[in-house]
């Protein structure tokens, strides 16, 4: 399904530990190995705390990790320091969970939109009215909303802005970090429609964190599921639900509340919760809370093996030693 | 006689018409779904029914009744009775509700004291199993601790076993799994449909998950601008409704081999 050629952006071996309290380490993200596709979605999915808001920062250069590199056009971005760093953020651009709270409210939407093409030079001042309106009519708002400040529109429509202000540089990857979860369900339709619309016009390449995975099988291509800094599985956001391997994707799905299902089933869903990542098991990160849990599941931590083409899972279950 | 019963009720804050003409009946051991988009006025009317609109919030016209029985007009320590006893509340984040400066012990002895006269001993001790009822492992140590210490699934039911301590006949829920991980989620959808089992209680649940609100409900609601656009069985909701933006609602909810846009 994925082309090797296609692959534009590889995360090797990312480490990301946390100093904590009482002089422990808190390992956030834990050798996570992800390869990104022209045009394909990458879903990123997990609970709270499970760090995946802290992968995709590095994507962006907001954070670097503490090991490993993330090749992107041949060179590690996350060793790019001053102008370069400056040039490479053409390339990679951010939409934020909470849309309000990453736009400067004394600016008006016009501003905002064209500040970032500014920036880099690639339009005048003259021009940002006009650019403003194209972009307004990209995301399906009137151009009028130009002349309005943030706290004047809704939450969707600031989400389009968002997602406007993101693609005025004509990036190559967007990264967006839970961009739908404030928002009402129809509302949330509206906008991934428009995801999806940009994303084939413009061939962009969508890193999506979320934590539902009834949401982010709909338009994702390939599925990470995270848990407590690892990454248990990789499959294809097709047919998920018959694909799924590991215990916790299992788990995930089983407490997706969608209209289909049967309403006379009882809910199974794992008791407990997720442990804190400072006290993360010494074997499978997910040992505790696993139904099928082994001896060997709480000594060694599983790798992940691929089990078909696009599908890797790591879990004692699957390998052939056990 | 129905347990709850919203009359032609209309509520304003201030001169403002918030919620018109609303109407509802339901009985003893019923899960009522009340959905819609934000601002839609479904917070409003279950805050209505515990008479804990906030400030200037009236009902205007028509009538609440609880067991035949009007809600309007109570009095202060009328309402004391009744709310916590036979009708309590559940918030989206209940450690929110909690003094941020007590341990959960401390608010939940005050809390039984308030309605039972018995000894600080035997409030503790009910506490704690009231906790250890609703899952929660070790109920001594959560009374002891802080609401900032526990973790948020934790807090929900804290929650719920305060909210459930007198087996209400009706337990409101305001976006009771909002703030919550979709596994945790789940943990509590499933311990609220265990209360309808075990208690009979009926309960009102507000949210904005149309999956959730659609397991859960009996009967379902869909409130617009203040308005009821549409009620009915969940079956007929689901599958029979007319409505146009029922339709237009459930078609937005993303489900696992449903709709895909790529």
């Known amino acids: 399904m994925f082309d090797e050629k296609d692959m534009i952006l590889e995360a090797k071996h990312i480490t990301r530990k946390f100093p904590a309290a009482g002089g422990r380490t808190l390992v956030a993200c834990n050798d996570i190995n992800l390869k990104m596709y022209k045009g394909k979605t990458l879903g990123l999915v997990g609970e709270s705390g499970c760090g995946k808001s802290t992968f995709m920062r590095f994507l962006v250069a907001l954070d670097t990790p503490t090991e490993g590199e993330i090749i992107y056009k041949g060179r590690d971005i996350t060793k790019l320091k001053g102008e370069e760093l400056r040039q490479n953020r053409q390339n990679i651009q951010m939409v934020f969970q909470d849309p309000s709270g990453s736009f400067n409210p004394k600016m008006k939407i016009r501003d905002i939109i064209c500040e970032p093409l500014l920036n880099f030079k690639r339009i005048k001042k003259s021009e940002v009215d006009k650019v403003a309106r194209e972009y307004l009519e990209m995301v399906d708002l009137p151009g009028d909303f130009a002349d309005r400040y943030p706290h004047n529109m809704s939450g969707g429509q600031r989400q389009r802005i968002a997602i406007a202000r993101a693609i005025a540089l004509e990036p190559e990857i967007i990264v967006m970090d839970e961009a739908t979860c404030a928002l009402d369900v129809s509302v949330q339709k509206t906008i991934i429609e428009l995801i999806v619309n940009l994303q084939k016009k413009k061939n962009i390449t969508i890193g999506f964190i979320a934590h539902d995975l009834g949401l982010i099988q709909s338009f994702a291509h390939q599925i990470a599921v995270m848990y407590l800094g690892n990454i248990v599985e990789i499959l294809p956001a097709e047919d998920i639900d018959k694909h799924a391997m590991h215990p916790y994707t299992k788990a995930l799905l089983g407490a997706v509340f969608d209209l289909n299902m049967d309403f006379s089933k009882k809910i199974e869903s794992i008791d407990s919760e997720a442990p804190s990542p400072l006290d993360a098991p010494a074997g499978c990160p997910f040992c505790d809370r696993c139904d099928r849990c082994m001896p060997i599941c709480k000594e060694k931590r599983a790798s992940l093996i691929t089990v078909e083409e696009g599908h890797e899972v790591a879990c004692h279950l699957y390998t052939k030693e056990a | ?262």
């Not at chain 2, 509802?24 to 479904?42: F, R």
């Not at chain 2, 998950?209 to 379902?220: C, E, I, K, P, T």
């Open chain 2, 1 to 262: 006689m129905a347990l709850l019963e919203l009359k032609h009720t209309d509520i304003s804050y201030g001169k403002r018409l918030i919620v018109k003409d609303c109407n509802l009946t339901m009985n003893q051991g019923e899960i009522v779904s009340i959905v819609g988009e934000s601002g839609s006025g479904k917070t409003t009317v279950i805050r209505a029914v515990l008479g804990l609109l906030p400030g200037g919030g009236k009902v205007t016209n028509g009538d609440i009744l609880f067991e035949g029985e009007t809600l309007l007009n109570k009095s202060k320590d009328e309402w004391r009775k009744l709310r916590g006893t036979d009708i309590s509340m559940i918030f989206q984040d209940s450690g929110a509700m909690m003094n941020p400066t007590r341990k959960v012990g401390d608010a939940f002895v005050e809390y039984i004291l308030t309605h039972e006269k018995i000894s600080r001993k035997d409030a503790w001790d009910k506490g704690v199993e009231m906790l250890e009822r609703m899952r929660l492992p070790d109920g001594n140590n959560i009374m002891r601790s802080y609401p900032f210490q526990l973790s948020g699934g934790m807090r929900q039911r804290v929650g719920i076993a305060m909210g459930m301590t007198y087996q209400p006949k009706l337990l409101l829920a305001d976006e009771p799994t909002s703030a919550l991980d979709v596994t945790t989620q789940a943990q509590i959808i499933r311990q609220f449909m265990e209360l309808r089992d075990e208690y009979g209680t009926s309960i009102i649940i507000v949210t904005h998950n149309l999956g959730v609100a659609a397991y859960m409900a009996d009967y379902l609601i869909v409130m617009k601008n203040g308005v009821i656009e549409d009620q009915g069985d969940r079956d007929h909701m689901l599958h029979q409704s007319d409505n146009a933006y029922t339709k237009k609602l459930l078609d937005a909810v993303p489900s696992l081999g449903g709709t895909r846009y790529v």
